[in-house]
């Protein structure tokens, strides 16, 4: 199944999804969305082993796991920008508004309207500990709910864009920020970065964690993935074809 404890996958714009290591997969997007409609975000069903796909334009997909709805023709201006599974089944969608949106899951609050100006939410973590989730902004905070809070990186940002969020093994959560750098936050775990180290050109775009490992992988634009702690089992270095870019690094611990 998906939830093989000895690879990733990544998930790339045009609705693809590739398999590294000794995993699994249901199918994807691939050649089937829409024109104008991309791939947004990848999450994992744990009661199947399943993973479902979030579209541009607020739609899911399930493969292997089943639909418990989504955003279609609800977005209302926002975008939808990150989805995590429950561990009871059902997922939430965050959208850039800071909404987040439970289908058949806990709902514990969002930024909803407490943003400020210019301020969008960027990424959405599950505490694997309480079953609440974080909030990652633009500027850098991050907003817990139903989760213990342990900082962000508002005004300490130097420049960089804040990326993604990805909860630690034993609790906390690391922050991915554009220039590679990995940011810890309570007891989360640092076993290196790619900042200073990316060439030219080239961002950090994911960063996945897993209940079975100690470390991280972070997936560049380029399609590499630099692992921390953590296997190798492949990247699509040199793979990418098209307009087709690499979005997002899910681990098959889950």
């Not at 969305?33 to 990848?42: D, F, I, K, Q, T």
């Not at 796991?65 to 989805?83: D, E, F, T, W, Y």
């Not at 609790?171 to 790619?194: C, E, I, M, Q, W």
């Not at 699509?236 to 074809?241: D, E, F, Q, S």
Request: aromatic share 8%; hydrophobic share 35%.
């Amino acid at each position: 199944t998906a939830t093989a404890r000895s690879g990733y996958m990544v998930l790339t714009s045009n609705g693809g999804i590739h398999l590294f290591g000794s995993i699994v997969g249901h199918g994807s997007e691939a050649g089937k969305l829409p024109h104008g409609v991309s791939a947004v975000a990848l999450a994992q069903d744990r009661k199947t082993g399943g993973y479902w796909i979030l579209r541009s334009d607020g739609g899911v997909k399930g493969f292997h796991a089943p639909l418990h709805g989504s955003l279609r023709n609800k977005l209302h201006g926002a975008r939808p920008v990150a989805m995590v599974g429950s561990p009871r089944g059902g997922y939430e969608i965050l959208t850039s508004d800071g909404r987040v949106h439970s289908f058949d899951a806990s709902w514990y609050g969002s930024d909803a309207n407490k943003m400020r100006s210019g301020v969008s939410a960027v990424a959405l973590a599950r505490d694997r500990k309480t079953g609440g989730y974080w909030v990652l902004r633009s500027d850098g905070g991050v907003d817990a709910f139903h989760a213990p809070a342990y900082g962000g990186l508002k005004n300490k940002l130097h420049g960089a864009k804040p990326v993604a969020l990805a909860p630690g093994q034993r609790g906390g959560y690391l922050v991915l920020t554009s220039n590679g750098a990995v940011r810890r936050f309570g007891p989360a775990k640092l076993h290196g970065s790619d900042a200073g180290k990316l060439p030219s050109g080239v961002t950090a775009v994911s960063i996945a964690t897993s209940p079975t490992t100690a470390g991280y992988r972070i997936l560049r634009s380029d399609g590499a993935i630099n692992c921390f702690g953590a296997a190798s089992y492949g990247s699509l270095a040199g793979k990418l074809h098209g307009r087709s870019a690499p979005l997002m690094i899910v681990d098959g611990g889950g």
